[in-house]
């Protein structure tokens, strides 16, 4: 799928899903990327600044920051650049830094729903999850599901070299239980503040 075909799926729906944004190999290269940090993650948490916890009853995942000079991961940035900047150019979102993590989420474990704006403050615009999994199939869950509205959800399998984008201030998700580890690099398009 082409960025011409992002852009439109987002003007009219508001999300889009690429099966194949990233190549495999470029996949295994980010994998293997995120298994050198392993010594790095932390477990997420919850709320910001003074009111940040870490709470698994909400979000069992562990994660560590990116920077966007990262090496290791330079290829999949400079497609998410390239993606932020068609953006920028079609619809005049403004969008200035991508702030980034690798998730990794123990067998077990889920993130319960949620919107990914932090109350009161509206720089977090398009969220982006790059899915890290080879071969997952419907038996290993941890689908992302995203509530399009009131009665209707959609369930993303998160495949290797999958990208789901989507607007963060409109739909709440959350992550199904995964049956096995399940990897992504996830972030948001940030506008200046
Ligand atoms: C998040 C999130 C979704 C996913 O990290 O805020 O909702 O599919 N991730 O990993
Ligand atoms: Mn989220």
């Known amino acids: 799928m082409g960025i011409d075909l992002i852009l439109d799926d987002l003007v009219e729906h508001g999300f889009a899903v690429v099966p194949q944004f990233l190549a495999s190999t470029e996949v295994n290269i980010l994998a293997a990327a995120m298994q050198e940090r392993r010594g790095l993650f932390h477990p997420a948490g919850v ?3 003074a009111g940040h916890t870490v709470v698994e009853q909400i979000r069992g995942d562990d994660i560590c920051w990116i ?5 290791l991961a330079a290829k999949a940035l400079n497609q998410l650049d390239e993606l932020k900047q068609s953006l920028n150019a079609a619809l005049y979102l403004g969008l200035d830094e991508l702030e980034c993590h690798f998730a990794a989420y123990p067998m077990g474990s ?3 729903r949620h919107l990914d704006q932090h109350r009161g403050e509206d720089s977090r615009v398009v969220t982006i ?3 890290l999994n ?3 199939g419907k038996q290993d869950g941890g689908e992302l599901r995203l509530y399009l509205d009131d009665t209707h959800h959609l369930d ?7 990208l789901v984008v989507f607007l963060s201030n409109r739909f709440e998700h959350e992550v199904l239980t995964a049956k096995r580890e399940r990897l992504s690099l996830t972030g948001w398009f940030r506008r200046r503040a």
């Open 110 to 112: 889920f993130y319960a």
């Open 129 to 131: 999850v790059l899915y």
């Open 67 to 71: 920077e966007t000079s990262d090496p």
């Open 134 to 136: 080879p071969q997952w």
């Open 47 to 49: 709320g910001r600044k």
């Open 156 to 162: 993303i399998l998160p495949e290797g070299g999958k």
